[in-house]
Nanobody, 125 residues
């Protein structure tokens, strides 16, 4: 079992920044990838970014490339999502997830094994 707890969400103006954190505990296998997904009201959950615990490989959705950065602190078993230049379209509940590494770099909600409860990010215009 893997437990994931997100934090760092909040209200920010467009153009601002936030950093989300995901604290992992339990059996966090090195073969797992850690990902961030988001779900806006009335929309399906979508992939945002993913990283391996080694930090060697990262993947991003096209909509966040150049604005968001995913990283890990292995000593703290924590995954971060630095979000810059936020836009109202980034408003969503952000979820941390753990699942098998995808060597294609594509991650889908159905392919992840463990989920946190989410943290709300609201970007005002």
């Amino acid at each position: 079992q893997v437990q994931l707890v997100e934090s760092g969400g909040g209200l920010v103006q467009a153009g601002g920044s936030l950093r989300l954190s995901c604290a992992a505990s339990g059996r966090t296998y090195s073969s797992y990838a850690m990902g961030w997904f988001r779900q806006a009201p009335g929309k399906e959950r979508e992939f945002v970014a993913a990283i391996r615990w080694s930090g060697v490989s990262t993947n991003y959705a096209d909509s966040v490339k150049g604005r968001f950065t995913i990283s890990t602190d292995n000593a703290k078993m924590t995954v971060y999502l630095q979000m810059n230049s936020l836009e109202p379209e980034d408003t969503a509940v952000y979820y941390c997830a753990a699942g098998p590494i995808s060597y294609s770099g594509r991650y889908y909600p159905g392919g992840m094994d463990y989920w946190g409860k989410g943290t709300l990010v609201t970007v005002s215009s």
